[in-house]
T-cell receptor, first 114, second 115 residues
């Protein structure tokens, strides 16, 4: 299994909703990442987990809450989002967090906040 | 800090013609270099990477890139493009050393292959 899966593919939510994005990999990778990608822009790093511990938070607002329940799963809990949070959310994983490790990306969840 | 410049936001090219997508970077430390492709409504896929060794790197789908340290460039080339190569291409760099190092992406180049 050499892929990263993400669910759901599409999500529409209101500003008062609570929802979660899920990411899963079974490649034995110990580093996992959340990126946010706005239209026609490159991905922006949000969070990095290394060995199930949060190692990097790129000053992301608290309405985004990551969780890594085990080495294969990564969640992103969403609450009280704003319309400007609408974007493609990409999950990625790598064997470890070192720079030479290739990051494998999932297909993304396209989020629309109304 | 690092920066990546992809001067061409869009590159139209006829099918079976060659293409070069340009990437220049700036960094005060040694970096690893990457090219990613993103097809519509999909995530990113690694095309190729330069870590060390030969400066000519071959990747998937017939793409190759050449690392030029003196010109701080890492241009992507393909001798003959197909319709299926239509996608967004991102050049990226990552510092070699020190704990976790963030990937810095360029702004992307949209390759449009014309039949």
């Amino acid at each position: 299994d050499t892929e990263v899966t993400q669910t759901p593919k599409h999500l529409v939510m209101g500003m008062t909703n609570k929802k979660s994005l899920k990411c899963e990999q079974h490649m034995g990778h110990r580093a996992m990442y959340w990126y946010k990608q706005k239209a026609k822009k490159p991905p922006e790093l949000m969070f990095v987990y290394s060995y199930e511990k949060l190692s990097i938070n790129e000053s992301v607002p608290s309405r985004f809450s990551p969780e890594c329940p085990n080495s294969s799963l990564l969640n992103l809990h969403l609450h009280a989002l704003q319309p400007e949070d609408s974007a493609l959310y990409l999950c990625a994983s790598s064997l470890a967090s070192g720079a030479y490790n290739e990051q494998f990306f999932g297909p993304g969840t396209r989020l629309t906040v109304l | 800090a690092q920066s990546v410049t992809q001067l061409d936001s869009q590159v139209p090219v006829f099918e079976e013609a060659p293409v070069e997508l340009r990437c220049n970077y700036s960094s005060s430390v040694s970096v690893y270099l990457f090219w990613y492709v993103q097809y519509p409504n999909q995530g990113l896929q690694l095309l190729l990477k330069y870590l060390s060794g030969s400066t000519l790197v071959k990747g998937i789908n017939g793409f190759e890139a050449e690392f030029n340290k003196s010109q701080t460039s890492f241009h992507l080339r393909k001798p003959s493009v197909h319709i299926s190569d239509t996608a967004e291409y991102f050049c990226a760099v990552r510092p070699e050393s020190g704990g976790y190092q963030k990937v810095t992406f360029g702004t992307g180049t949209k390759l449009q292959v014309i039949p």
